[in-house]
């Protein structure tokens, strides 16, 4: 059973830094382009980043570009969400999605993602 189990969320200051997992299983991560989506309160979900299969192709938000940093490793099964100067702004339930797609594809955030986890709770405040 495919599965995406996120962690590293919390509660942290304006300007400090958490990083995001997620963890997967059931499935090739290889063939797989993983996004990261966030959604607040009275708000509607958006697209954070996301990263290709290979890696080699990534998108950013304007939001977040120059402060988060998406990563993976797939002989861990596991994709990173690195997230710096953080902003309450950015506080919200982090979910991380997988999309099948071939291996030397590009990322979009605009495609519809298949498989979700349950997330995982951002806290920016002082």
């Known amino acids: 059973q495919l599965q995406l189990v996120e962690s590293g969320g919390g509660l942290v200051q304006p300007g400090g830094s958490l990083r995001l997992s997620c963890a997967t299983s059931?499935?090739?991560?290889?063939?797989?382009?993983i996004g990261w989506f966030r959604q607040a309160p009275g708000k509607e979900r958006e697209g954070v980043s996301c990263?290709?299969?290979?890696?080699?192709?990534?998108v950013y938000a304007d939001s977040v570009k120059g402060r988060f940093t998406i990563s993976r490793d797939n002989a861990k099964n596991t994709v990173y969400l690195q997230m710096n100067s953080l902003k309450p702004d950015d506080t919200a339930v982090y979910y991380c999605?997988?999309?099948?797609?071939?291996?030397?594809?590009?990322?979009?955030?605009?495609?519809?993602?298949?498989?979700w986890g349950q997330g995982t709770q951002v806290t920016v405040s002082s």
């Open positions: 999605a997988a999309v099948r797609r071939s291996i030397v594809s590009l990322c979009s955030l605009r495609v519809t993602y298949d498989y």
């Open positions: 059931g499935f090739t991560l290889d063939y797989y382009a």
């Open positions: 990263i290709s299969p290979s890696g080699g192709s990534t």
